[in-house]
């Protein structure tokens, strides 16, 4: 499956973005859908999952300020970003992580697809 991250830009602190990810392929519905971040000099961290049991997961930094969605008649993964802060300035990455899941849904290694990411610059 191929990823296209969007919708990143330049936004001021208590601003708001939405990521998309539009996936190729015809099994999207069938994978558990992340969004990660990588800031410079920094490693690449977990920031919210949506499995396909409807369950969503999130990184304790943007619980009530993000919000994970999906379409899948779409095919496309949504990460809505409210009351940004200059905190949350990176590289934005989608992924996607095939059936059968392990559980390690903040790991990295979890993830067999990537987008290329889009980079979200939050000024103070």
């Known amino acids: 499956v191929q990823l296209q991250a969007s919708g990143g830009g330049l936004v001021q602190a208590g601003g708001s973005l939405r990521l998309s990810c539009a996936a190729s392929g015809s099994t999207f519905s069938s994978y558990a859908m992340g969004w ?11 920031v919210a999952v949506f ?4 369950i969503r997961y999130y990184a304790d ?9 999906r379409d899948n008649a779409k095919n496309t ?18 992924a996607a992580d095939p ?10 290694a979890e993830y067999d697809y990537w987008g290329q990411g889009t980079q979200v610059t939050v000024s103070s």
């Open 61 to 69: 930094f943007v619980k009530g300020r993000f919000t994970i969605s």
């Open 99 to 108: 059936p059968p899941y392990s559980g390690s849904y903040s790991r990295v």
């Open 77 to 94: 993964a949504y990460l809505q970003m409210n009351s940004l802060k200059p905190e949350d300035t990176a590289v934005y990455y989608c």
């Open 51 to 54: 499995r396909t049991s409807g």
């Open 36 to 46: 990660f971040r990588q800031a410079p000099g920094k490693e690449r961290e977990f």
